[in-house]
C-alpha cells in the first residue's frame, strides 16, 4: 500500500490569501432548526442553532479541513452549501456567483460543479440499481453524452478509481465497503466538478482501505482540479488531506489555520485539547488535556463564548463575550478573547 502523501509543507495561508482567489466563499453561514414545544396553553418556538456565523474560503484544488466533536454542525455545514437544506441566513458564493440567490434552474445547472460523498458507503447507493446505472444517473439527468458515450465513461471512471469496468454490471451488496466508496467516489466525479464535499468519506473503512481511499482522492484532486471540504473526525487524516483546517464548537468555528500553523502551534484551548487527545507514538510525551463535562445543547447554548463551560482556561470575561473569529497573524483565525 502507497503511504499518504503529506500535505502539511503547503503555505498555512495558501486557501485564504485573498477572496477573489477563492473558489468558495462562505460568510456568517447560519442553519437554525425549529423545534415545536406545545402545552394546552400555548405555542412556542424554539430553535436549535446547528451552524451560528460560519466563515471561510477554500481555493481553487486546495482542501479545507472541517473537525469537531459529533454534533458541532460540520455536516449540516456541507449540506447547506449544496442547499440539500435551506440556510436561516449568511451568503456563499462559488466563483464568485451566489448559490443561495439562484432558482430551481439556475441551481440544477450548477449541481454538476458541486458533489458530494456521503459517510455511509452501504446506505448511500441504491441497493437496487446496478453500478453502471447509479454512476451514470448524473449524466442521464443533465443530459450529458448518448447512451453509448454514458456507458464508455461509466467504464472509464470505474477503473479510474480502482475497480473493474466490467463491474458495471454488479450490484452494491457484492462489494465490500471500499469497493462501495469507491463508486460513491465514481459517482462524484463523472461529471468532472470544481467542488466536493467528503462528509467523513473514511470513517466507516478500516485503517488499510481508508489509506487506499485518501490516496485516491488526492490523486483526483490533482488530475482533475479539485477543491474539497472534507469533514471528518480524525485529526490524523484531516492533517494529511488539508491544506488548512477549521475546528468547529457549537455550530462556531473557533479557529482556522493552515494545516501547519494549527496542528504545529494551536491557539484555541478547545483546538489543543483536541490535538491533546490524538493517540500519540510515545505515550506520555505530551501532557493530555482533559475536558470537564459534557457539550451543550445547541437548543440552549451558553452565554457568552459558547466553549467557557468546558474550558479550563475561562475567566469571568469569558461568560458575559462572545468572542468573534479574529486573524491574530497571518492566515490564523481565533475565536478567543484571551488570543
Request: aromatic letters at 6%; charged letters at 25%; one cysteine or more.
Amino acid at each position: 500500500m502507497r503511504r499518504i502523501r503529506d500535505k502539511t509543507s503547503r503555505q498555512d495561508t495558501a486557501p485564504h490569501e485573498t477572496k477573489n482567489g477563492s473558489l468558495i466563499t462562505v460568510e456568517n453561514l447560519k442553519k437554525y432548526f425549529p423545534v415545536h414545544t406545545e402545552n394546552p396553553f400555548r405555542r412556542h418556538i424554539r430553535y436549535v442553532k446547528a451552524v451560528d456565523g460560519v466563515t471561510f474560503n477554500v481555493a481553487r484544488a486546495e482542501t479545507l479541513g472541517l473537525v469537531g466533536e459529533s454534533g458541532c454542525g460540520k455536516t449540516t455545514t456541507g449540506r447547506v452549501l449544496l442547499r440539500l437544506e435551506e440556510p436561516t441566513g449568511g451568503t456563499f458564493s462559488f466563483n464568485g456567483e451566489s448559490v443561495f440567490d439562484l432558482k430551481k434552474e439556475e441551481m440544477r445547472r450548477l449541481r454538476r460543479r458541486m458533489q458530494i460523498i456521503f459517510q455511509d458507503p452501504f446506505s448511500s447507493l441504491n441497493p437496487r440499481q446496478t453500478v453502471g446505472s447509479i454512476i451514470s444517473e448524473a449524466m442521464r439527468i443533465h443530459h450529458v453524452g448518448s447512451r453509448g458515450e454514458r456507458r464508455e465513461t461509466t467504464a472509464w471512471i470505474l477503473g479510474r478509481v480502482g475497480l473493474l469496468p466490467t463491474d458495471v454490471n454488479r450490484y452494491p451488496y457484492e462489494f465490500s465497503g471500499g469497493g462501495r466508496q469507491r463508486i460513491a467516489i465514481a459517482r462524484a466525479i463523472i461529471l468532472k466538478p470544481d467542488f466536493i464535499v467528503c462528509d467523513e468519506p473514511v470513517s466507516a473503512l478500516d485503517v488499510s482501505i481508508q489509506a487506499q481511499i485518501i490516496n485516491l482522492l488526492e490523486e483526483l484532486q490533482e488530475e482533475f482540479h479539485l477543491s474539497y471540504l472534507f469533514i471528518a473526525h480524525d485529526l490524523h487524516v484531516v492533517r494529511h488531506i488539508s491544506d488548512a483546517v477549521a475546528v468547529m464548537y457549537l455550530g462556531k468555528i473557533m479557529e482556522r489555520a493552515g494545516t501547519d500553523g494549527l496542528f504545529g502551534g494551536p491557539l484555541h484551548p478547545y483546538t489543543r485539547a483536541l490535538l491533546a487527545a490524538v493517540p500519540k507514538v510515545k505515550p506520555g510525551s505530551k501532557k493530555r488535556v482533559v475536558l470537564g463535562g459534557d457539550i451543550p445543547s445547541p437548543l440552549n447554548p451558553p452565554e457568552g463564548c459558547p466553549f467557557h463551560t468546558r474550558c479550563t482556561e475561562m475567566i469571568p470575561d469569558c461568560k458575559m463575550t462572545v468572542p468573534e473569529l479574529r486573524e491574530v497573524s497571518e492566515g490564523h483565525w481565533v475565536s478567543c478573547i484571551r488570543v
